[in-house]
């Protein structure tokens, strides 16, 4: 049995989502969000070397050794599967395992809301899933794959790096590839997939300008793709699509993602008060008004967008993250890190009787804001 099998066991038993292995500290396990050092010594090159040579595949391992950086998935047999990447830093070599839940959870497992439905029924268009890493994308792009292909006869392409969940077929046909191994890049697959009679396709990651124009002339030609992104807000992804063009390209890509964008999904993890992580979501349908707002370049007002379209099942971030504390699953605090209009935000929780962002506050704006939550001067 290869050695870093010991530290991967101990990891699900554990409950960790991550283990770091670093050489010049002892590893690490992340721990709800926390990274909690394990009571081993501190490892050296050869340790390093000794643990991850013997589980890293030969071609990768010169790779990594000759550029300093590398991605592969690790099967840990009665386990888990692991996403792997291995880095240098700057007191030598770094691992990270991420682990990959063996069982697919179901949209109602993560407790998506009612409304994240609608995505399973989609035809066409882009849809993006976006958050910071290790907020759960892949989690939820894979329990949406998992409805779609129970409830639907699809052809599904996923272009992974690495791929995490493998997918059964059952009234869908699945077709996974993987950077590296199946696929030169996330851009050479897209391009493949297009030529494969998909229904869908789903881009593990949407890094570069070749693949996001790809990702868009996919979409223009009636085929549903997913794809993920590092942002935190629809507003800001929608910015992130249109900044990757050229200058004099952005007002005709303004119109390519005016008429194609169906679904924005922007989530963030967060420490549950009483243990584990709750995802807080963003949720943003596509519609007339979307367009509208997307072609004038007016993307600061997608938020004011969002909040009226409730009905139709929309939340933005901050209202997902007052609804956490109002259901005391999370702290005050933790949302306030973590919501966007931190001024609005803090008067939220001044109504809520919680203060905030205390050590940022200025008196006098402080004072003035206490007097509007609490109406004074008002007559």
């Known amino acids: 049995?290869?050695?870093?099998?010991?530290?991967?066991?101990?990891?699900?038993?554990?409950?960790?989502?991550?283990?770091?292995?670093?050489?010049?500290?002892?590893?690490?396990?992340?721990?709800?969000?926390?990274?909690?050092?394990?009571?081993?010594?501190?490892?050296?090159?050869?340790?390093?070397?000794m643990f991850l040579g013997e589980v890293t595949p030969k071609h990768i391992w010169e790779h990594y050794k000759g550029c300093?950086?590398?991605?592969?998935?690790?099967?840990?047999?009665?386990?888990?599967?692991?996403?792997?990447?291995l880095f240098t830093q700057e007191r030598g070599l770094g691992a990270v395992f991420r682990i990959i839940p063996t069982k697919l959870l179901t949209m109602e497992q993560l407790g998506l809301p009612e409304s994240c439905q609608k995505l399973v029924a989609?035809?066409?268009?882009?849809?993006?899933?976006?958050?910071?890493?290790?907020?759960?994308?892949?989690?939820t792009l894979s329990a949406i794959i998992n409805k779609m292909n129970e409830t639907r006869r699809l052809?599904?392409?996923?272009?992974?790096?690495?791929?995490?969940?493998?997918?059964?077929?059952?009234?869908?046909?699945?077709?996974?590839?993987?950077?590296?191994?199946?696929?030169?890049?996330?851009?050479s697959g897209l391009r493949a997939a297009l030529r494969e009679d998909p229904d869908i396709v789903?881009?593990?990651?949407?890094?570069?300008?070749?693949?996001?124009?790809?990702?868009?002339?996919?979409?223009?030609?009636?085929?549903?793709?997913?794809?993920?992104?590092?942002?935190?807000?629809?507003?800001?992804?929608?910015?992130?699509?249109?900044n990757v063009f050229p200058t004099d390209e952005q007002d005709s890509v303004r119109g390519i993602i005016a008429g194609t964008l169906s679904c924005v999904l922007a989530q963030q993890l967060l420490k549950r008060k009483k243990g584990g992580r709750v995802a807080a979501l963003e949720i943003m349908f596509g519609n007339p008004a979307m367009g509208n707002i997307i072609r004038e370049g007016k993307t600061h007002q997608l938020t004011n967008m969002i909040r009226a379209g409730k009905?139709?099942?929309?939340?933005?971030?901050?209202?997902?993250?007052?609804?956490?504390?109002?259901?005391?699953?999370?702290?005050?605090?933790?949302?306030?890190?973590?919501?966007i209009d931190k001024k609005e935000f803090k008067k939220r929780m001044l109504t809520l009787?919680?203060?905030?962002?205390?050590?940022?506050?200025?008196?006098?704006?402080?004072?003035?804001?206490?007097?509007?939550?609490?109406?004074?001067?008002?007559s």
């Open 311 to 339: 009905r139709q099942g929309m939340v933005t971030m901050d209202d997902s993250l007052e609804r956490l504390v109002k259901e005391d699953v999370i702290t005050p605090e933790a949302a306030y890190e973590k919501c």
């Open 68 to 85: 300093g950086d590398a991605d592969y998935a690790y099967e840990c047999p009665g386990v888990a599967r692991f996403r792997v990447n």
């Open 122 to 139: 989609l035809e066409r268009g882009l849809c993006l899933v976006t958050g910071p890493t290790g907020s759960g994308k892949s989690t």
């Open 155 to 187: 052809h599904i392409i996923t272009i992974e790096d690495p791929i995490e969940v493998v997918h059964p077929h059952k009234q869908s046909l699945i077709t996974q590839r993987e950077v590296g191994a199946s696929a030169i890049s996330f851009a």
């Open 202 to 242: 789903l881009v593990g990651e949407m890094r570069d300008l070749e693949t996001i124009s790809l990702a868009l002339a996919a979409a223009e030609t009636g085929l549903l793709v997913f794809g993920t992104l590092h942002t935190n807000s629809a507003a800001k992804t929608v910015d992130r699509v249109i």
């Open 1 to 49: 049995m290869p050695r870093i099998d010991n530290f991967l066991r101990l990891m699900q038993e554990r409950g960790a989502s991550d283990l770091h292995f670093v050489v010049g500290q002892p590893p690490c396990f992340r721990l709800s969000g926390s990274i909690e050092p394990i009571r081993y010594k501190s490892l050296s090159a050869v340790d390093f070397e």
């Open 353 to 378: 009787g919680h203060q905030v962002g205390a050590s940022d506050d200025d008196p006098e704006e402080m004072e003035k804001m206490l007097n509007e939550v609490l109406g004074v001067g008002k």
